[in-house]
């Protein structure tokens, strides 16, 4: 069995496939296997990664049943994997050299979970370092709580909660039937939220190691532009509200659950107003998406019982939430 099982999803992305693939497969640790999903791709991707299974033994590649959502994706690369931890990279970033030895590492030497990496992000124009800010730490979730957890690293202005930044032990998504979430966006924060809450060790790592690339063409933001994003943040909310009820798991996320739906509505406003949205038109689109959504019930929580630290944040909940008011009272 190998220790690590690096997924990567892959739909139309020939241009930038091949550099993805070189710098996963030139990692100087060597016991993993590389699980390239294709989501049937019309570019060329499939080619690519035919003639990279053929040149390296540890590459899987497989095509989804159908087209589908990249959650699909997701789901599919995990049920294929047999490696102790899993990682995804996505298949338009990249990997630096040394990641997984110095992830391996630590995990060894701390019998961690999860071990967490620093990010850049990489524009084409400038480099913005380490954007996360997380320092060196070791964190023991069985004793701090994962409410201390959540509350200081993924809702932190930077938060660092994506799949591809970390390592993550596969037996705790096994244990506790975690899989990926029926939703057009976020899928990956709502699979790292849950298998985080099931750790007792997780291992930050200040070196910076993923190359998060900001492209016009990306797949996040080609998604951004695609779907009514306000209202894909909030369904994938309810999404996850439904799994942790489904579950029984009210009690763990109880404490969780105001905190994160302020993360959500920050998350809406951000990426409105990166595809060109001036503040007015993000803060309509939130309104709207908040109408039939469960979050706003949490974000009278978070309101009242003075979670939200970030002042424009706080504003624009608190403006949110008497602008459904005004509605309902009409």
Known sequence: ??????????????????????????????????????????????DILRDYAKKDSRIKYLMTDAHGRATETRQFGLRAASGEFITYIDSDDSVKPGMYEHMFRE????????????YDL??????????????????????????????????????????????????????????????DISEDTIFTMFCTAFANRVVHISDSYYNY???????????????????????????????????????????????YAATRVR??????KLVGNDDEAAFNNLALALKGSGIPMYLRRAVSESLIKDGDLKKTIVRALEHLDREKNR
């Not at 970390?166 to 096994?174: D, V």
């Not at 695609?226 to 489904?246: Q, T």
């Open 1 to 46: 069995m190998p220790e690590l099982s690096i997924i990567i999803p892959v739909y139309n992305t020939a241009q930038y496939l091949r550099a993805c693939l070189d710098s996963a497969l030139s990692q100087s640790f060597v016991n993993f296997e590389l699980i390239c999903v294709d989501n049937h791709s019309s570019d060329g991707s499939a």
């Open 107 to 118: 995990q060894k030497k701390h019998d961690a979970d999860i071990v967490v990496c620093n």
């Open 213 to 259: 690339f900001q492209r016009e063409d990306s797949t996040m933001r080609l998604t951004i532009r695609s779907k009514n994003i306000a209202d894909s943040y909030a369904r994938a909310f309810d999404c996850a509200e439904r799994y942790i009820n489904s579950h029984d798991l009210q009690e763990v996320f109880h404490d969780i659950m105001p905190m």
């Open 122 to 183: 990489v524009y084409p124009d400038r480099i913005s370092h380490s954007y996360s800010d997380m320092g060196d730490e070791v964190i023991n979730i069985a004793e701090t709580g994962y409410q201390y957890y959540f509350t200081k690293y993924f809702c932190m202005p930077r938060p660092n909660n994506y799949l591809w930044s970390r390592i993550i032990r596969r037996g705790i998504a096994l244990e506790h039937g975690i899989e990926f979430q029926p939703v």
């Open 267 to 272: 998350s809406i406003i951000f990426y409105i």
